[in-house]
């Protein structure tokens, strides 16, 4: 009989996003592995979750809620729930999703003899902040691997960080397969956040520039990161006669 291994997902938590939405196809794919034992640790303000997560796989969530108030005290509450939840699991591996959060979860094991490995998925070279580039400059290292999204992304990183294990690990992809007919229209889909880095005002003004009148654009996503971009692109659009065709 195969020896069962215990393995932990790390994310702060599953709302609707890219990051999560790739931490639920992991988990739905190492599910199916009988000789996995999964645990899926969240640990962010809200610990949401949006995506299904398979039956065998064991939730683990701190008890307490999480006050902005009280910032600080919360955080170091967070930090020992993680690392007491990591030993207690005592995981053969420990995989941790978020650029900004990899480093509160290598913090929280300082120290322990878990192999760590950091998934990050942002543009490599992007500044967070002088306190998270700091801390990834001197935190990634001690991580077992990193794992980067692309050839270029983990030829960045090696500059940055000096690591000797450094892989890419694309996005995961599920096939669907459909046998009805679609009636398909001429639509670009975005969907994503209104948020700067995403450059949906660029993105708006191309599609006018080339102006098809076959075509349509839609936008899925909503403000986030108190930005308030909703309404500077529903200006946009109006600024450009555009309500006919951007959506």
Partial sequence: MDEIKKIALVIPSLHAGGMERVMSELLNEFSKDKTLEIHLILYGITREIFYSVPENVTIHKPSFEFKNKYRLFYTLKTLIFLRRQIIKIAPKSILSFGERWNSFVLI?????????????????NKSLGKLHNWLRNKLYPKAKGVIAQTEKGKAIFEKMYKHTN????????????????????KIVLTVGRLINTKHHD?????????NDPNWKLIIVGDDALKQKNRSKLERLIKELRAEDKVF
């Fill in 108 to 124: 929280a094991c300082w120290g322990l003899k878990y192999p760590i490995y950091v998934s990050d998925r942002c543009q490599p």
């Fill in 202 to 210: 660029e993105l708006i003004r191309l599609f006018v520039e080339i």
């Fill in 166 to 185: 450094i892989q890419v690990i694309g996005n995961p992809i599920r096939q669907i397969t459909s046998e009805k007919k679609i009636d398909k229209e």
